[in-house]
């Protein structure tokens, strides 16, 4: 029987998820990230299909009517949430399929398939946090303020995760979420 492996991978916003996934990937190009739906706007340099699936509400509510998301979940005032037919197919291809997910989602994801590795990564600090999510730029007080709010209920939560990775240095913590991946014994994920 084919099988694969999925990996959660949550954070607060402004941790450095997507960097840390673009270079877990480089390192590992077999690893298979999905890319989420949201009905958030694009930010400068994010590419439709490769950042994100940017979708209308009424288009999430129809793949969501058609049996296509997997899990989804409100953050601040978008939906964001995991295409189900590409995850479903690399699961059966025996791949390792790594979904960006806040926590929320990861919970959904953890009472389906509870063979899931779930991993948090961690900012080294509050304050570093806030400081890299204002220089980074992108939203506004009031969005950020949202953030903040958020991401310190995620870290409350995150003690639920398997492992949590300090995101102190992004080689030293790509080669531990890879050591992670080679030695948990997690049972296969069974299509
Ligand atoms: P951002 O707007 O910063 O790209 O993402 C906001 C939050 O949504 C992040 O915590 C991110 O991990 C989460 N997220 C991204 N894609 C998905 C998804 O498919 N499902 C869920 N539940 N959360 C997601």
Redesign the pocket.
């Known amino acids: 029987m084919s099988s694969g492996k999925l990996v959660l991978f ?1 954070g607060p ?1 402004g941790v450095g ?1 997507d960097t840390l996934l673009d270079l877990l990937v480089r390192l590992r190009p077999q690893l298979q990230r999905s890319v ?3 009905t ?1 706007a694009p930010r400068a340099g994010e590419v439709d299909g490769v950042d ?1 699936f940017f979708v209308t509400p009424q288009q999430f509510a129809k793949m969501q009517a058609d049996g296509d998301v997997l ?3 409100q ?1 601040g005032d978008n939906l ?3 295409p189900k037919p590409p995850v479903d197919a690399w699961l059966a291809a025996g791949k390792t399929v790594i ?4 926590v ?2 990861a919970e959904k994801i953890k009472r389906l398939y509870p063979q899931a590795l779930s991993v948090f990564i961690l900012p080294p600090s509050q304050q570093v946090l806030e400081k890299r999510l204002r220089d980074r730029g992108t939203e506004n007080e009031q969005e950020l303020a949202k953030r903040l709010a958020i991401a310190k209920e995620e870290l409350r939560k995150s003690a639920s995760y398997d492992y949590r990775i300090v995101n102190d240095d992004l080689e030293r913590a790509a080669q531990e979420f890879l050591s992670i991946l080679d030695s948990a014994d997690h049972a296969e994920v069974r299509e």
Do not use: V
């Not at 979904?99 to 806040?102: D, G, R």
């Open positions: 949550s916003s998820k989420s739906l949201t958030r994100y899990e989804f979940a953050y964001y949430g995991t979904l960006k997910i806040e929320q989602g």
